[in-house]
T-cell receptor, first 113, second 114 residues
Framework: ETGVTQTPRHLVMGMTNKKSLKCEQH?????MYWYKQSAKKPLELMFV???????ENNSVPSRFSPECPNSSHLFLHLHTLQPEDSALYLC????????????FGPGTRLTVT | AQSVTQLGSHVSVSEGALVLLRCNYS??????LFWYVQYPNQGLQLLLK??????LVKGINGFEAEFKKSETSFHLTKPSAHMSDAAEYFC????????????FGQGTRLTINP
């Protein structure tokens, strides 16, 4: 695997379900990000992790719970979501302090029913 | 706070014609500016970036952009459009501190007519 991978690519879940999104970066980076891309809205930064520590939470509801066990893996745990949470969730990574480029994964298309 | 405005949610050009996608930004600090492209069912790919130095920046696939501080603009151009350029394009600005907090524009969907 190369670059940034995300699984699953598609997910349909009910409002009472619990599911998790997984992101893995194979670039040796030390920063990882979650973004939300909704129809007709700009891409929104959700969370930033540097060296496994969360450094940014952009007022994200608690039904979204991120986890970063190491610099290569990032999870987004989902529970009791709302239909308006349906979106494309993108993961990205970068090398903090030496590069200004964020590398994106292909995203997980989430549908909440 | 930073913000980005992309003029035109849809742009359509003929194959071989000039591509011009407009981006204006607002930033309280010297900005870092980016253009990303998103093909269907894919993530975002960096086309080019401006951090400091030369204001005309060249990127991949023949695209370039010019940082104009006086106009707070960072328009993306390509002299001759190709069918493979059809995609959605996003302009983004950061606060310059490691470019970790990117603020994106709404995106411009580029259609290429044969």
């Amino acid at each position: 695997e190369t670059g940034v991978t995300q699984t699953p690519r598609h997910l349909v879940m009910g409002m009472t379900n619990k599911k998790s999104l997984k992101c893995e970066q194979h670039l040796g980076h030390n920063a990882m990000y979650w973004y939300k891309q909704s129809a007709k809205k700009p891409l929104e930064l959700m969370f930033v992790y540097n060296f496994k520590e969360q450094t940014e939470n952009n007022s994200v509801p608690s039904r979204f719970s991120p986890e970063c066990p190491n610099s290569s893996h990032l999870f987004l745990h989902l529970h009791t979501l709302q239909p308006e949470d349906s979106a494309l969730y993108l993961c990205a990574s970068s090398q903090r302090d030496t590069s200004y480029e964020q590398y994106f994964g292909p995203g997980t298309r989430l549908t909440v029913t | 706070a930073q913000s980005v405005t992309q003029l035109g949610s849809h742009v359509s050009v003929s194959e071989g014609a000039l591509v011009l996608l407009r981006c204006n930004y607002s930033s309280s600090v010297p900005p870092y500016l980016f253009w990303y492209v998103q093909y269907p069912n894919q993530g975002l790919q960096l086309l080019l970036k401006y951090t400091t130095g030369a204001t005309l920046v060249k990127g991949i696939n023949g695209f370039e952009a010019e940082f104009k501080k006086s106009e707070t603009s960072f328009h993306l151009t390509k002299p001759s459009a190709h069918m493979s350029d059809a995609a959605e394009y996003f302009c983004a600005v950061s606060d310059g501190e490691g470019a970790q907090k990117l603020v994106f524009g709404q995106g411009t969907r580029l259609t290429i007519n044969p």
